[in-house]
């Protein structure tokens, strides 16, 4: 039985725990929700700024930060950071005996480092302006683009890592007002898993965080907009053009959340014989980059097909992406299909949970959308999964009113939009 432990500080903090037996290693992290989601046009890309600065061992404003991450560095602790459209996590992973540091090291990144130097905030911007110029650069974006053309510039449809004209323009008050308002106990989990002691993990969680102030969160109203749109960039030289189709979908918290990841897989994960990796790669040598994904947020949720292609080739490929949607509508799946991908995504489940931060990452983002996390439930829901449960969600899903386009690159949008056809 998967064994989680719960519990609410009394600022408001919320700790989650789950204990593997037999092991010495431990992962532990801090999840808070402020993502990209929750800016302003103002502020788009600051959560992420936030974010370098928070985990940079130079602020001055708060020297013993530096020194407890060199004494967990010394000790082959590894740590990193993340910024996605909902949250912002720091998190830490290594040997059991140095959860007391980590700990310690996690309550003075979101308690201590409440103001930052002027020359921390620009040396960090510039580094966050040259990732940012590299994602722009690249047809990596296509993904976020997609929930963009879903959702609209606002809400999840926002970009992670926002507006480079914002993040030089930020100062430091605009930086410091964000964190005061969202880096509080009530707006914060903090996630445990590994080779630890119940009892003994919360006593020193008490004793680092009790001291966390318990101040009012910023209330955050949700906005998209009302239906699904295009997003094209024509600004690029090349011959290759990236095109995905999106479909907006329901929420993490949802039911039919596996039955959408059994679809994306059939239709179009690389590593299997998906039908659009089949059509377009194998048997016409249209593009090399096939794939497809799933974006699950708290309230709502993205499916994407994607491809990069020859500027030539894109009514082509999505000429094929429609006509197998077209089918998929009309005719359902095989049960070699099913079966095969249900078999895959229990086994990536499993293996998943193996890797400590594949875990805690897991477990961060359950908490976050305010649902305890079951490996049984999970095997369960992938288990139970047949025809007539993905059929049903492929007529809710593959309609016109729910989906969306990117494209990246120099074709002819009007022809693709043409092909847009699923009614």
Known sequence: ???????????????????????????????????SKHESDEQNGLSH??????????????????????????????????TTKETTSYYFTGLSNMLEKCIETLSTIVIDNKTFTKE??????????QETISFYSSFNQIKERTSQSLWGNVGVGRIIVGNIENVNNAKSDDLENIVKDSYTPENTTLVIVGGIDYQKTLDIIEENFTRWEDTQT?????????????????????????????FRTPSYMDAERTNIDIIAKILGDVSLESRLVQEIRMKKGLAYSIGAFTSFYENRGTLGFTAVCENES??????????????????????????????????????????????????????????LFSLEQEIRNIKKINNESLYNTVQDIFVEEKMG????????????ISLLKLN
């Open 1 to 35: 039985m998967y064994d989680i432990l719960s519990v609410y500080l009394e600022n408001g903090l919320r700790v989650i725990m789950h204990k593997i037996p037999h092991v010495r290693t431990m992962a532990c992290g801090i999840w808070i929700k402020q993502g």
């Open 49 to 82: 700024l936030i974010e370098h600065l928070m985990i940079n061992i130079e602020n001055d404003n708060n020297p013993r930060f530096k020194k407890l991450i060199n004494e967990v560095s010394s000790e082959g602790i590894v740590y990193n950071a993340g």
């Open 120 to 129: 921390l905030i620009e040396n960090e911007k510039k580094v966050v302006t």
């Open 218 to 246: 910023r209330k955050y109203k949700e906005i998209v907009d009302s239906e699904p749109g295009i997003y094209f960039n024509s600004n690029r030289s090349g011959k290759s053009t990236a095109i995905s189709i999106g």
């Open 314 to 371: 894109v009514n082509e490929v999505v000429k094929i992406m429609m006509d197998e949607f077209h089918k998929v509508k009309n005719e359902g799946f095989t049960d070699k299909e099913i079966n095969r991908v249900k078999k895959v995504l229990e086994t990536r489940t499993l293996l998943d949970l193996d890797d400590l931060t594949s875990q805690l990452k897991f477990l961060g983002k359950c908490s976050s959308n305010g649902q």
């Open 405 to 416: 386009l990117a494209a990246i690159g120099n074709c002819d949008v009007d022809q693709v």
